[in-house]
């Protein structure tokens, strides 16, 4: 079905709602940005309760045969300390959990807020660098918190240093990849390119925590709750940044000059 289709369909499925007697006149007094802010805030509840739920069952102990026998899935059967795939999958690994490690999240940071304070978007700026550090401090507290041990049974495939629950690399990944995938995608005004973007920035997140989990760093309930914490950290700071652009205190879409514009 192509993409008019779709919208088309779209459209005639909310006329038939704003038809009906209650939810109709309720529809009708929302605008499509509000319904917007809505289901990101129907998206940020449901990221915390999986959280919530996640970290309840790691207190409780009742994940430790799960969280095992995923792991070992990933593991040759005769060889618990050897990674199912040829040797170069386990190299490839190690480069895409690089992708959610401090070192390159910090870097892409500054890259990106030095970016936005050259075109004159130096609130926003503030905004991306308050998400990151906001969410390193949340995840490294947590980590203190629940004080959860690292997988002891497999060899480790890289050197770890802190606690396992939540994994850093899986929150960290979500909150900067989603959160830049929200910024570019406000800049763009075809769907399918929004969706590319967020699309791609989810990808990068799932495949940084997968790699924690093949190299055996991480339980899969620590990048589980890594996942939805940084997600919903980073979509609450999405939508404390279009309130603010809504008031006229962040730098909104047309804030950006354009191409051949004076220093």
Not at 12 to 27: D, F, K, M, S, Y
Not at 97 to 125: D, E, P, W, Y
Not at 127 to 149: E, I, Y
């Amino acid at each position: 079905m192509s993409l008019d289709a779709k919208n088309s369909l779209f459209d005639t499925g909310l006329r038939r709602l704003e038809a009906l007697p209650v939810i109709g006149p309720l529809l009708a007094s929302v605008s499509r940005m509000e319904r917007a802010t809505l289901a990101v805030l129907g998206f940020i509840a449901v990221a915390f309760y999986v959280f919530v739920k996640v970290a309840d069952e790691v207190v409780e102990g009742d994940t430790g045969r799960l969280d095992r026998d995923l792991i070992l899935a990933l593991r040759n059967p005769a060889d618990p300390s050897d990674p199912l795939g040829p040797p170069w999958l386990e190299e490839m690994m190690r480069d895409f959990t690089a992708m959610g490690g401090t070192g390159v999240l910090t870097l892409l940071t500054i890259l990106v807020v030095l970016f936005l304070l050259m075109t004159r978007k130096r609130h926003s700026a503030l905004l991306v660098a308050f998400s990151v550090a906001g969410g390193t401090a949340l995840s490294q507290l947590l980590k203190w918190g629940f004080d959860r041990p690292r997988p002891d049974f497999v060899p480790h495939g890289m050197s770890v240093y802190s606690q396992s629950f939540p994994s850093g690399h899986a929150m960290l990944s979500a909150v900067v990849y989603l959160t830049l995938g929200a910024l570019l995608a406000r800049t763009q005004a075809r769907t399918r390119v929004k969706v590319y973007l967020l699309g791609a920035a989810a990808a990068l997140t799932v495949i940084v925590g997968v790699s924690r989990i093949y190299l055996g760093v991480h339980w899969p309930t620590d990048v589980l709750g890594g996942w939805a914490l940084g997600a919903a950290w980073a979509f609450s700071c999405w939508l404390l940044m279009v309130w603010l652009q809504r008031r006229g205190e962040v730098e909104g879409e047309s804030a950006m000059p354009t191409y051949g514009d004076a220093d």
